[in-house]
């Protein structure tokens, strides 16, 4: 199923950016749909963003409202943050899935088919 390894995750006070990073290995890269999910305590996880193999199309959140971007190249996906609010805080992990993206819409349906996940990793906003 492959190896996907997120980094650049930390501490960053509201109103700050991250960059988080996932290295896919293993995996027809080009032939996934990959995606990033946030899971704050004590929840399940969300759908953030997803971006075809092609680049495009992606999709996002509507509680990120156009402070994120995902981004992707040949070996790794990239999801940049900015104008992070504490309710930004949680753990990041990187997922694939076979196939097209599905339009994230906040149900838990954004999560079916993605077969292949990173570790994650955490990140801290506060106010």
């Known amino acids: 199923q492959g190896q996907l390894v997120e980094s650049g995750g930390g501490s960053v006070q509201a109103g700050g950016s991250l960059r988080l990073s996932c290295e896919v290995s293993?995996?027809?890269?080009?032939?996934?749909?990959m995606g990033w999910f946030r899971q704050a305590s004590g929840e399940e996880s969300e759908s953030v963003a997803n971006?075809?193999?092609?680049?495009?199309p992606t999709s996002y959140a509507a509680s990120v409202g156009g402070r994120f971007t995902i981004a992707r190249d040949d070996v790794k996906v990239y999801l940049e943050r900015n104008s992070l609010k504490p309710e930004d805080t949680g753990i990041y992990y990187c997922?694939?899935?076979?196939?097209?993206?599905?339009?994230?819409?906040?149900?838990?349906?954004?999560?079916?088919?993605?077969?292949?996940w990173g570790q994650g990793t955490r990140v801290t906003v506060s106010s």
């Open positions: 293993g995996l027809a890269f080009q032939s996934n749909c």
């Open positions: 997922a694939a899935k076979l196939g097209a993206c599905r339009v994230i819409t906040g149900a838990a349906q954004d999560r079916w088919g993605f077969t292949s």
């Open positions: 971006i075809y193999f092609t680049g495009a």
